[in-house]
């Protein structure tokens, strides 16, 4: 039959929002973000259109103390009320251990989507669903960058990401047997080229035909238009709710016959909150303000996360967080991957809200015992990692030099390295688990336990009891000079 009409189906979109259900302020940027006003704008749309979807393509976890206390609860919860309808599994869902991933799918009204993570040889989640939107059906299938197991190795070793194109190809024919319009929620990143093993959406586009449109994440993407790659439309809303992406969709006789984009800036100045969203959120950071808010020192001076610092070279702040490591567990010598530093602290009062903004993964400290030739190879690997990448190392009890990508030089608290000797290493779980490449540490976990302690809580406890609560000055002498 052939229909005279058009259906309007707008997807509203949003993607690695890690944490910011709260409206929050940037630098010159006051006020942006907010589920509450996120909500809003759908519900303007909800008003006079009832064909509306809200995809959220993954990352919901990590990155707001608020959020990451309680395990993404806030999230979720206002999700389930914003009719979330569906989300794509991101990387960043594997953080934290795998009890903490089923209590969150337990209390979401909606489903985690991944056609690609298998276990046991079958996919671990949903990999798929199809809704009817006033008579238009829409399948939506989720996908994972394979890259999670390189990123997230400790919680993720028991699963299977199969290459994306693969999975794909095999399932969108069925999707589009079943349904009109075919949409992968993907957490799998922007760009054609890059280095390393994994597939990208545009790749996925490219590689596999029928699939009408791509919401995608993980690369934290500004995009001032959609793509469009072999007939599919590829979105990407950034990141941390700044931008709520909304697609319009009229389908006709079972296709797409036109469509628009806009990415709407997300902020408080002119847009209105909805109050069911934003009175559960001003609770739950309520819940969390008490402890958050304790201040546990003073900083005269700034202690440097900056993400190009902490991977380029080593900073005080890195200096402090392995001094941090040693001071708790009697080990000879620290390592800290400068990926895993997240912020600095600005010279003023230091609260618990600090520590954990610039160590947000909930990671804890981990021992191992390493004889001078293991640890020599580990500074052989970390020797050559580029500068930029998260994998940067960054050192206490030790000092180094490379040259040109080898080590020339490794001083053990003043002497040289004694191949022979096993060291006592203190270093955070995601590095023992062979989190950003070292995999070396992985191989002689054996050798090592799980000390249980937080290194957050590491941290809060050197500042308050090993340096007094008082910071003038901190060692800013590299302990790592590359040539
Ligand atoms: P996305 O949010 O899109 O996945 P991201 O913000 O995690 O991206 P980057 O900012 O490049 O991506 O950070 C990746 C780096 O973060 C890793 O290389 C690693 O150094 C660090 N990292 C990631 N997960 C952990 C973890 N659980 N513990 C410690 N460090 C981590
Ligand atoms: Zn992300």
């Keep these: ?46 008003a006079v259109n009832p064909n509306v979807l809200f995809l959220h393509a993954g990352d919901l976890n990590t990155g707001v103390p608020e959020s990451d206390l309680l395990n993404a609860l806030p999230d979720i919860f206002v999700l389930n009320r914003m009719k979330l309808t569906a989300m794509a599994v991101g990387n960043h869902e594997f953080d934290k251990d795998r009890s903490v991933l089923e209590y969150q799918m337990s209390i979401a009204k909606f489903p985690f989507l991944s056609a690609n993570i298998y276990k046991n040889g079958k ?28 990123l997230e190795p400790l919680y993720s070793s028991d699963l299977e990401f199969r290459n994306a194109i693969e999975v794909a190809k095999e399932l969108v024919p069925k999707l589009r047997a079943e349904a009109d319009v075919v949409v992968a929620l993907t957490h799998l990143g922007m760009g054609m080229e890059h280095e390393g093993d994994y597939t990208t959406s545009e790749q996925l586009a490219q590689a596999v035909d029928g699939i009408d449109v791509i919401i995608d994440g993980h690369s934290h993407t500004k ?55 934003k009175v559960p959120l001003d609770i739950f950071a309520k819940m969390g303000s008490e402890k958050l808010d304790t201040v546990i020192g003073e900083t005269k001076i700034l202690l440097d996360g900056e993400r190009a610092h902490v991977r380029s070279g080593d900073t005080n702040l890195g200096h402090l967080i392995t ?73 206490a009890g030790l000092t ?84």
């Design 1 to 46: 039959a052939i229909s005279l009409f058009a259906t309007k189906v707008t997807i509203f979109h949003i993607n690695d929002t890690h944490g910011h259900a709260w409206t929050f302020s940037e630098y010159k940027n006051p006020n942006i973000g907010g589920f509450a006003v996120i909500a809003s704008i759908i519900d303007k749309e909800r």
């Design 123 to 150: 996919p671990f989640f949903t990999p798929y669903i199809i809704k009817n939107v006033g008579g238009v059906k829409v399948a939506i299938f989720g996908l994972t960058t394979e890259e999670t197991a390189i």
């Design 223 to 277: 995009l001032a238009k959609a793509k469009v790659i072999n007939n599919t439309i590829i979105v990407q809303a950034w990141e941390w709710g700044k931008i709520l992406g909304k697609l319009e969709l009229d389908v006709e006789n079972g296709k797409i016959a036109n469509w628009n984009w806009t990415p709407i800036p997300v902020k408080l100045e002119g847009n209105e909150e909805a109050l069911y969203v």
């Design 323 to 395: 001094d941090a490591m040693l001071w708790k567990t009697g080990a000879e010598i620290a390592l800290q991957n400068g990926g895993g530093i997240r912020a600095s602290i600005k010279p003023d009062k230091i609260t618990i809200r600090d520590i954990l903004t610039v160590l947000p993964f909930g990671n804890t400290v981990y021992v191992l015992k390493l004889k001078g030739s293991e640890l020599l190879k580990v500074l052989e690997y970390a020797a050559t990692i580029p500068e930029g990448k998260g994998a940067f190392l960054h050192v």
């Design 400 to 483: 180094w030099k490379s040259e040109g990508g080898k080590v020339t030089e490794v001083l053990v608290n003043g002497k040289p390295l004694d191949p022979n000797k096993i060291y006592l290493v203190a270093t955070n779980n995601y590095m023992a688990g062979g989190g950003d490449g070292y995999s070396l540490l992985k191989e002689n976990k054996s050798s090592g336990y799980d000390t249980g302690f937080v290194l957050a809580d590491v941290v809060v406890e050197y500042i308050q009891k090993g340096l007094n609560g008082k910071i003038e000055t901190y060692d800013d002498t590299p302990r790592y000079i590359r040539k």
